[in-house]
């Protein structure tokens, strides 16, 4: 068989991400049909750049769900004759699942493709949810901080201050180094930030259906049966079934991310409070009889949400950027990891003689980064509108 043109690699690939494309179009389509029932979502669409910023990011989306469809090749797996071999290549002996290696071979005769649609899964796989729960631990901090004030603002500003201070990069790379995974530090930190999300559920259900006892007791028993089965899988991996459990490495990787992302949340959530605690449906809320959480977080956080969606996409984008950086230092998920920093990092060693390697999976990693940027800035362009 003769190398591919790059004509030819482009159609194969575009025909490759075909349940990509379709999963677009049906998304843009029920979306721009239904944009006037839908909110600040909605809205999203009558902003070309957040349009554009919403469509390469769900691009990426798709194509870390629908991988296994997409991929060529194991991203695994060696072939024997294809190391380094440039995009186009042939196999040496055609008959298995593809014939030709897109992108071409990396330095362990990989196929680069399948390596970079398979990373977007590893990448998405844990900067959304981390990020959420950094979210999550922010804003049950950064409420009380804020709406409350004094000593317990002074303590928490102080705490979050401390871990700000240190530069991002070296607070990363000393929370993941080998010598810290060996310790119960890893265990303990997520046994603490792991509790976040349970707390702020129950305290939110608590302040809400508290008239409605009843109602209140059923939900809070589903909440908290649910949370703490989630809770003890992930923090203790003591889940029996396996659905709520991590691996050593990727655990580690996830409490950093959401320790080092928590404080600036904080920051932001206690910022917004203490300017909308002052507020005439606040002091409406007061007169009712309604509690302090039940204003906080039923009455402040959601006039609060433009911001905060705006900064969880930037956050998103920054998270994605400091896991390939934590790749590319060998202390992502695992070493044979098809993630776009141990992939660029593979690479980078034959940079200027087979540059492919590592150039494939940078345009991919600054892609979902320029995505979710342009993302933010829709957001942040309608949501000012509100």
Not at 69 to 81: E, K, M
Request: net charge positive; glycine share 10%.
């Amino acid at each position: 068989m003769e190398p591919l043109g790059w004509i030819e690699i482009i159609g194969r690939m575009a025909w490759q991400f075909l349940p990509v494309w379709i999963a677009l179009a049906a998304l843009y389509a029920v979306s721009i049909a239904t944009k006037r029932r839908t909110g600040l979502y909605g809205r999203l669409f009558d902003s070309p750049v957040g349009m554009i910023g919403f469509g390469i990011v769900m691009f990426w989306v798709f194509t870390a769900i629908f991988a296994d469809q997409i991929i060529t090749h194991n991203p695994l797996s060696q072939v024997s004759g294809m190391k380094n071999v440039l995009p186009g290549t042939p196999m040496k002996a055609p008959g298995g699942s593809y014939d030709w290696y897109l992108l071409g071979g990396d330095n362990l005769a990989r196929d680069v493709f399948s390596r970079m649609v398979m990373g977007a899964r590893r990448v998405l796989a844990i900067a959304p949810a981390a990020t959420a729960f950094a979210f999550i631990m922010g804003i049950s901090l950064g409420l009380p901080a804020g709406y409350f004030g004094g000593k317990l603002d002074t303590s928490l500003s102080f705490l979050a201050n401390l871990v700000l201070a240190f530069p991002v990069i070296l607070l990363f790379y000393l929370l993941v180094t080998p010598e810290i995974r060996e310790t119960a530090i890893p265990g303990t930190m997520a046994a603490i930030l792991f509790i976040f999300p349970l707390l702020f559920v129950t305290v939110a259900i608590n302040s809400r259906w508290f008239p409605k006892p009843r109602q209140r007791n059923v939900m809070l028993a589903v909440s908290l049966g649910l949370g703490l089965w989630a809770y003890a899988g992930l923090a203790f991996n003591a889940d029996p079934t396996g659905i709520w459990s991590m691996e050593p490495n990727l655990l580690n990787v996830f409490v950093s991310v959401v320790f080092v992302n928590s404080p600036g949340v904080f920051r932001i959530v206690r910022g917004l409070v203490m300017d909308l605690k002052s507020r005439d449906y606040v002091a409406a809320g007061q007169t009712r009889g309604e509690g302090p959480w039940y204003l906080m977080i039923w009455e402040i956080l959601p006039n609060a949400r433009g911001p905060l969606i705006v900064d969880f996409c930037l956050r998103i984008g920054y998270t994605t950027i400091l896991l390939g950086t934590l790749g590319f230092f060998g202390l992502g998920v695992s070493p044979e990891s098809p993630d776009w920093g141990s992939t660029i990092n593979e690479g980078r060693r034959l940079l200027s003689i087979f540059p492919h390697p590592a150039i494939v999976p940078a345009v991919a990693l600054m892609s979902l980064v320029l995505g979710l940027n342009l993302l933010a800035d829709g957001l942040r362009e309608e949501s000012l509108r509100d």
